[in-house]
C-alpha cells in the first residue's frame, strides 16, 4: 500500500466544509429502516477449505432477494455513472445494513477544486493493492466505529457521493416495492467516513472482510 501514501489524504480541518465531490476514498455505511432484517440472515455452515478457517464452523451470509439487489445495484454503480471516474473497494450486505468504500477519482465535475498536494496525480493508481481483491472478497467486520455519523451536507447536489446513494437506494427500493416488498425502507440517512491513508484504508477494508464472522458483536446486530 506504499503507493497509497499522500493520495487522498484530507486534512481533518477540512472535513467540516468538504465538498462530497471531491476526489477521495469513501467508507459508507447504509442502514434499514428500524434495523430490520430486510437483506437476509447469518447461518453458520461447514468450513470446506480448512486454511482458511479457524474453526469448523463460519458464519456466511444468506442475502434475500432484496439483499441480492443490494448487491447488484453496488456493482452497478460504475458503469450507471461513468463520467464521474468511480472505483469500488470492498463490500458486504449485512442482514441489515450495507458497508462500502467508493472511490471518487478525478473528473470533469471535480476538476476545479482546491485538492490536497498528492491527489492531484489522481485516481491512476487506484490504492492498488487494497483493490485488486476488492468487489471479489467483499466481506466482513470488526475494527472501532468509524463512521462519521455525518450527514453529507452537500446532499442536494448531483454528481457526488449523496447522489450515488440516493439513486442506490432507490434503485433498490422500487425493486421492493415493484416485488411485493411494500414494507421495505431504508434509513433516511447514511453514515459516511473519508479514508485519510493507506492505514485507514486496510483496516476498513479489513473491517468490511470480516463482517459476517463477528456479526453477533456488531453494533447492528439485532
Not at 439487489?69 to 455513472?81: N, S
Request: glycine share 6%; charged share 25%.
Amino acid at each position: 500500500m506504499n503507493k497509497y501514501q499522500n493520495k487522498y489524504r484530507i486534512p481533518s480541518t477540512r472535513l467540516q466544509n468538504w465538498d462530497y465531490g471531491a476526489m477521495g476514498a469513501y467508507f459508507v455505511t447504509i442502514c434499514t429502516q428500524n434495523r430490520e432484517h430486510f437483506f437476509g440472515e447469518i447461518v453458520q455452515t461447514q468450513c470446506i477449505v480448512e486454511t482458511h478457517c479457524n474453526a469448523s464452523l463460519q458464519n456466511e451470509m444468506l442475502l434475500t432477494d432484496i439483499g441480492k439487489k443490494v448487491e447488484q445495484e453496488w456493482l452497478k454503480t460504475i458503469a450507471l455513472r461513468p463520467d464521474m471516474n468511480l472505483e469500488l473497494g470492498n463490500f458486504v450486505v449485512m442482514p441489515n445494513h450495507f458497508h462500502g468504500i467508493l472511490i471518487i477519482g478525478k473528473n470533469e465535475f471535480n476538476s476545479e477544486l482546491e485538492i490536497t498536494s498528492g491527489i492531484e496525480s489522481g485516481i491512476e493508481s487506484r490504492i492498488e493493492s487494497g483493490i485488486e481483491s476488492g468487489i471479489e472478497s467483499r466481506r466482513r467486520d470488526a475494527m472501532h466505529r468509524v463512521s462519521t455519523d455525518k450527514t453529507n451536507k452537500f446532499g442536494p447536489q448531483s454528481k457526488n457521493l449523496a447522489s450515488i446513494i440516493r439513486g442506490f437506494k432507490s434503485a433498490v427500493t422500487t425493486y421492493s416495492r415493484t416485488n411485493g416488498n411494500t414494507n421495505f425502507g431504508w434509513q433516511p440517512r447514511f453514515h459516511d467516513h473519508i479514508i485519510r491513508n493507506s492505514f485507514e484504508f486496510e483496516r476498513i477494508q479489513n473491517y468490511i472482510e470480516q463482517n459476517p464472522a463477528k456479526w453477533a458483536a456488531d453494533k447492528f446486530y439485532k
